[in-house]
C-alpha cells in the first residue's frame, strides 16, 4: 500500500449508474438490476459529485471527469426530484421498473437528501440545479420537527448549519433573494430545535464510560458528532463543541483496534458497554467517523484528529484487521463490507461512496498539510484522476 499516491477513478460510479439514478446493489463490479435504486444512494451520490467537482476545478487535465460528473449529478438530481413524494417526504427504495417497493417512511433517507439538497443549493459547479435543488428543500424541511431518528437529525442538522452560515456570509448565489432568505430563516430556528434533540439524547444515555447518544453502537455512528461540530461552527454553540468533541474521542477509541487501525463496530451484535462486535465492518462507518474526525481538526487544530482521518483511508487500502484491501482504484469500487473470510466481493453503491468521500476528505488533510509545509515531500501536489473510461 503507497499511503501518499491518489489514484481516483469514477468508472464504476458510471457503471452503476442509468438513466433513472445509481443502482444499489452488484454481484462483484456487475450492477444487480434486480435490486432496484434507493433514494438514500442517490442522495449520497449527488453529495459525492459536488465534493468531487470542488476538489478538480483547479485541474484542467480532468476536464474529462468534470464532464461525467456534472452529467450524473443532474441524474442524481432528478432522482430526488422524482423521489419526493407531494408532502415532501421521500420514498426511498424502488425496483428497476420505477415502481416503489412497499416501506415505512424513513427519517435517515430524509435527513440524507436534505444534505443532498442543501449541497445542491449552495455548490457553484452546475447552477442549473440550484434552483430544484431549493424546491426539494423547502418541501422537505417542513418535516424535521416530526423526525425521530438521531441519524435524520445529524444530516438535517448538517444540512441547516450549512445553509444557516452561508445565508449569513452572504454565499449562496444563484437564487432568488426572497428564497435565500426564507431558507436561512427556517434553518435557524431548526438547528437550535435539533441541537437540543442530540443533547438531550446524550444527556439520557451518557454514563461513566460511555459517552454515547444510544445504548448501543450501531450504523452510521460519525454523522452524530459530526453534526454537533458542524452546530459548533454555525451557531458558536459550547455545548455542541464540548458533546461533539467528546463523543468523538469515545467513538475513536472503540473503533480503534490494539494495532492502532481502524476496527468499526460489526453488525453482527453492534456494540454496547461490554462488547463490541467485530464483523462484519462497514465502509460506511469507516467514511463517517472521517467525516466528523475531519470536521473535529478545522474547529480545533488538533492534530490527532488529521491522523484518525489518515487511519480511516487507511483501512480501505489494507490496514485493517484482514490485512487487505476492499477497494479497487483503477475503477473506483469498493467491497460491501469486510467478514471473518476477508472482503465481501460485491461492489455496491453505499461502499463505493463510502471510499470515495473518505478519499476526497483525506485528499484535503493531506494537502493541507503540503500547503503548511509538513511532510511536503511526500504528499502529492494533486490527486491523479483516472480516465472515466
Known amino acids: ?46 453529495w459525492a459529485c459536488f465534493v468531487w467537482l470542488e476538489r478538480l476545478q483547479d485541474m484542467p487535465q480532468t476536464e474529462e471527469a468534470r464532464k461525467l460528473l456534472l452529467r450524473l449529478a443532474e441524474t442524481y438530481s432528478a432522482f430526488l426530484l422524482w423521489a419526493q413524494r407531494p408532502d415532501g417526504w421521500f420514498h426511498n427504495n424502488f425496483h428497476y421498473d420505477r415502481t416503489p417497493e412497499r416501506e415505512d417512511v424513513s427519517d435517515d433517507c430524509l435527513g440524507r437528501a436534505i444534505w443532498a439538497a442543501a449541497a445542491a443549493c449552495v455548490q457553484p459547479f452546475h447552477p442549473g440545479l440550484k434552483l430544484p435543488a431549493a424546491n426539494v428543500l423547502l418541501g422537505a424541511l417542513r418535516h424535521i420537527e416530526t423526525m425521530t431518528s438521531p441519524r435524520g437529525w445529524a444530516y ?14 452572504q454565499e449562496i448565489r444563484g437564487l432568488p433573494a426572497g428564497l435565500i432568505r426564507e431558507i436561512g430563516i427556517r434553518c435557524s430556528a431548526y438547528v437550535k430545535e435539533l441541537e437540543a434533540k442530540l443533547l438531550q439524547l446524550y444527556r439520557v444515555h451518557a454514563e461513566p464510560g460511555w459517552s454515547w447518544f444510544e445504548p448501543v453502537l450501531a450504523y452510521g455512528n460519525g454523522s452524530l ?35 492502532g487501525s481502524i476496527r468499526p463496530v460489526g453488525n453482527h451484535g453492534w456494540g454496547t458497554k461490554d ?59 469498493c467491497c460491501d463490507g469486510l467478514t471473518p473470510d476477508g472482503p465481501n466481493a460485491n461492489c455496491g453503491a453505499e461502499s463505493m461512496l463510502a471510499y470515495l468521500l473518505t478519499e476526497a476528505i483525506w485528499s484535503d488533510a493531506v494537502l493541507e498539510e503540503a500547503e503548511d509545509g509538513r511532510r511536503a515531500a511526500t504528499i502529492p501536489a494533486k490527486p491523479q484522476i483516472l480516465s472515466p473510461r
Open 1 to 46: 500500500m503507497n499511503d501518499n499516491k491518489m489514484n481516483v477513478s469514477f468508472r464504476h460510479l458510471e457503471r452503476m449508474t442509468d438513466d433513472t439514478g445509481l443502482l444499489e446493489h452488484s454481484m462483484g463490479l456487475i450492477p444487480r438490476r434486480q435490486e432496484g435504486y434507493t433514494t438514500d444512494d442517490n442522495a449520497r451520490a449527488l
Open 225 to 259: 458528532p459530526w453534526s454537533l461540530l458542524e452546530a459548533c461552527q454555525a451557531s458558536g454553540s459550547e455545548s455542541g463543541l464540548k458533546t461533539g468533541l467528546l463523543t468523538l474521542d469515545f467513538l475513536t477509541e472503540r473503533m480503534m483496534s490494539p494495532q
Open 156 to 169: 438535517a442538522l448538517s444540512a441547516c448549519c450549512l445553509l444557516m452560515r452561508l445565508e449569513r456570509q
Open 275 to 333: 462488547r463490541l462486535a467485530m464483523w462484519d465492518q462497514q465502509p460506511l462507518d469507516v467514511m463517517e467517523l472521517a467525516l466528523a474526525a475531519d470536521t473535529a481538526y478545522r474547529v480545533t487544530k488538533r492534530r490527532e484528529y488529521r491522523e484518525t482521518v489518515i487511519r480511516c483511508r487507511e483501512w480501505f487500502y489494507g490496514r485493517n484487521d484482514a490485512g487487505t484491501a476492499l477497494i479497487d482504484s483503477q475503477e473506483g469500487a
